[in-house]
């Protein structure tokens, strides 16, 4: 029985339970055979035949040309060994005996995949994966395929490949469960394992630590007891990650030691955005945009992606006002931000004026979703030089803005990103010469934001905050938002911000969070619009709801997405969507929606 404890976007931790017998995932198996012992606090073997009953041992019948006649916990049928260039060769293969529940995939197998969606195979492994190690893009699209054809209540077997460098890669594409083999062979050749990469015999001159491997043992079963070590460590390490939400930023760093992995890392982000996406949580812990695969997180390309589809700015912001970030977040946290906003605030007028924050991975960030993720928890390295890659998202962030949003009057206030944020401006006023939070450069800033604002009618602080409250809805809800706002006032201080309409409490921004947590009456305005819902069978939730509950959910939810729990139209509850939409309909294990308010019956 499969139990998923945490989600880290495609990776999984939990437990796996045969019989009385529970395995932690992801999980390692562990070679047996007479000359090769697993450690001593494995809890799988893959063997060809099964000889600790206390054990859960994977059983390889091997290849049709030479099967085994041996059972074990999870048996994987006789295999047809055929390279990729054969593709279908062996789609006439017998995948699965009566006893064993792990099929074979070879990627692009269509016929096999086809029956493995159908029989809800409890093990899928993946075929060639050896093969594809010098297939990077090929690797990418198989795993693809089988999470998407085996369901997420199969696990997925990747064997002979895993190495402590690429152990976390693996986990975050999808797999569950990986094997000693490689490990074991490279032993044999005299190579140490590390995080970073192999180490030859001839590396060894200058040990790295005291073991019987590093100072100068040679015999195969230090090298791999050394080695088993070290990939227990990285196993450990990544668990550690999937549970603090923190894998993707792991996997960045493991993978520039590997050409290999940063191809992989790269064809999933270039080519599988959508499906890297839906599995993304809308919400997670601080994280450092350190490398150049950082500027294609899923979670950022989201951002950006949210801000072209379904923001449009505040009504009443007539000025432009164009701003460099700063390390720390939320901006308007910092030191330099809050001078730049006293300075806007001694203007007169400073409800008149949209703040603009220009930076880099996110390209620009209104003002009023400086709280939302990721705008609050990224760090990046500043040295003031901007890459071409960095300045391109810029740039087509902004024309991309521009079109949609319009103002009078346009203000640049802005450090070294001055110069190419102004190439693609039509009109413009620069009030800053690199330094924005110099003393001449704030009265300048003050000087020009009062004489562009004369003429107009001074905006009331309480209407800018009801539509700053209103872009915010509609970024988290689309157009559920704007139901949401409707006749109702903003009240509090920020960023604890309540939304009241008739003395009714709709939500609150919740500062840390950064995201509008619904009550049950703003529940209703969302259900109105069909959007973020969650369908259940006919009862009311007295805890949290599980995905057996659930009959069908908007396809728009990701984890931590608030979400309406409904029974044909009824609201039953509203909470945080621990699953995605897709998890939750086929599912029926585990916890989907965390909820925060119940309806009685």
């Known amino acids: 029985m499969l139990e998923i404890e945490k989600r880290c976007v495609l990776a999984r931790s939990g437990t796996w339970g045969l019989d009385d017998r529970t395995i932690s995932l992801p999980a390692i198996a562990f070679v047996q055979t007479e000359r090769i012992r697993p450690p001593e606090n494995a809890e799988l073997f893959l063997s060809n035949e099964k000889s600790d009953p206390s054990k859960v041992t994977i059983v390889d019948k091997g290849s049709i040309f030479s099967p085994s006649e041996n059972e074990g916990d999870v048996t994987i049928a006789p295999d047809y060994p055929y390279p990729m260039s054969l593709k279908g060769l062996g789609t006439d293969t017998e995948r699965k005996t ?101 180490w030859g015999p001839t590396d060894l001159k200058n040990p790295s630590c005291q073991c019987p491997a590093c100072a100068g043992g040679k015999d195969f079963e230090d090298v791999l007891e050394r080695n088993y070590l070290t990939l227990q460590m990285e196993m450990g390490k990544t668990i550690h990650h999937i549970k603090n939400g923190t894998l993707r930023e792991y996997v960045e760093k493991r993978s520039v030691h590997d050409p290999w992995m940063i191809a992989v890392l790269r064809h999933m982000d270039l080519k599988h955005y959508d499906h890297q996406e839906l599995h993304f949580p809308i919400s997670g812990p601080k994280f450092h945009a350190n490398t150049k695969e950082s500027l294609y997180r899923p979670d950022i390309l989201r951002f950006r992606r949210r801000i072209k589809e379904r923001y449009r700015k505040p009504e009443s912001a007539k000025i432009l006002l164009l701003l460099p970030c700063s390390a720390k977040k939320p901006y308007s946290l910092s030191k330099s931000h809050a001078i730049l906003r006293r300075a806007v605030k001694d203007s007169g007028n400073q409800h008149l004026v949209h703040e603009v924050i220009i930076t880099s991975p996110l390209g620009i960030v209104p003002r009023e979703l400086e709280l939302f993720f990721p705008a609050q928890h990224y760090d990046i390295p500043v040295t003031g030089h901007w890459f071409e890659d960095e300045i391109s998202i810029v740039k087509e962030d902004l024309v991309d803005y521009l079109e949609k949003n319009e103002y009078d009057k346009t203000m640049v206030h802005l450090g070294s990103e001055k110069d190419f944020v102004c190439d693609v401006l039509d009109e413009y006023a620069s009030t800053s010469d690199g330094s924005p939070t110099s003393a001449s450069n704030l009265s300048t800033l003050t000087e020009e934001l009062s004489k562009a604002a004369s003429g107009y009618e001074r905006v009331l602080g309480s209407s800018r905050k009801s539509e700053d409250m209103l872009t915010r809805c509609v970024f988290q809800f689309g157009k559920g938002g704007q139901e949401l706002m409707r006749s109702a006032e903003v ?84 909470g945080v969507a621990m699953m995605n939409w897709k998890e939750m309909v086929e599912s029926d294990r585990g916890e989907a929606v965390r909820i925060r308010h119940k309806k009685k019956a």
């Not at 070879?106 to 493995?116: I, S, V, Y």
């Not at 201080?493 to 309540?498: D, H, T």
């Not at 959910?553 to 029974?567: C, K, L, P, Y």
Request: charged share 25%; net charge negative; hydrophobic share 40%.
């Open 98 to 198: 009566e006893k064993q529940e792990a099929v074979v995939i070879h990627p692009g197998d269509e016929e096999a995949l086809r029956e493995t969606a159908k029989e809800g195979a409890e093990v899928v492994v993946m075929g060639n994966a050896v093969e594809l190690l010098r297939h990077p893009m090929e690797f990418v699209e198989g795993m693809i395929t089988l999470r998407s054809s085996a369901g997420y209540g199969s696990l997925i077997y990747i064997p002979g490949i895993a190495s402590p460098s690429n152990l976390a890669l693996l986990c975050y594409c999808g797999g569950d469960i990986f094997d000693t083999t490689r490990v074991v062979w490279e032993s044999r050749s005299g190579n140490l394992l590390t995080a970073e990469g192999r």
């Open 491 to 574: 009240k509090g201080r920020y960023p604890n911000l309540k939304i009241f309409s008739d003395d009714k409490q709709l939500g609150m921004l919740v500062g840390e969070r950064g995201m509008i947590s619904l009550t049950l009456e703003g529940a209703e305005r969302i259900s109105n619009n069909n959007v973020y819902c969650v369908e259940i069978d006919d009862f009311y939730p007295e805890g949290n709801l599980f995905a057996v509950g659930v009959t069908g959910a908007s396809q728009e939810i990701r984890i931590g997405d608030d979400v309406v729990v409904r029974h044909e139209g009824d609201v039953r509850g509203v």
